[in-house]
């Protein structure tokens, strides 16, 4: 099945960017729906944004929404984040999944069955 490899993470002062990115394993023609959700430390595991494979239909969680960017880049078969504004509770482990065949994009961890590592993100103030 799909693999997933997340890379971009880092330490970064409040203001500053990032750009995550995910990058599956192999090309699919199949509907898909790529998600980024992130876990800070005790907290659950929340969705960030998603974007369905045709790259349309964005969704942001309201805590990210005009500061980050989500995005298809279909030359390197990949799916950014990019991270703007960052303030410290941005804060967390950031993880890419994805969904299949599935429409819209469900907001949710439980829809989306293929997972990354995760790549570490820390904002400091």
């Known amino acids: 099945q799909v693999q997933l490899a997340e890379s971009g993470g880092g330490s970064m002062q409040a203001g500053g960017s990032l750009t995550l990115s995910c990058a599956p394993s192999?090309?699919?023609?199949?509907?898909?729906?790529m998600a980024w959700f992130r876990e800070a430390p005790g907290k659950r595991r929340e969705v960030v944004a998603t974007i369905y494979s045709g790259g349309g239909n964005p969704y942001y969680a309201d805590s990210v929404k005009a500061r980050f960017t989500i995005s298809r880049d279909n030359a390197e078969n990949t799916v950014n984040l990019q991270m703007n504004s960052l303030k410290p509770e941005d804060t967390a482990m950031y993880y890419c999944?994805?969904?299949?065949?599935?429409?819209?994009?469900?907001?949710?961890?439980?829809?989306?069955?293929?997972w990354g590592q995760g790549t570490s993100v820390t904002v400091s103030s």
């Open positions: 192999e090309r699919t023609d199949r509907r898909a729906c």
């Open positions: 999944a994805v969904a299949f065949d599935v429409w819209p994009c469900p907001p949710h961890r439980v829809a989306y069955a293929i």
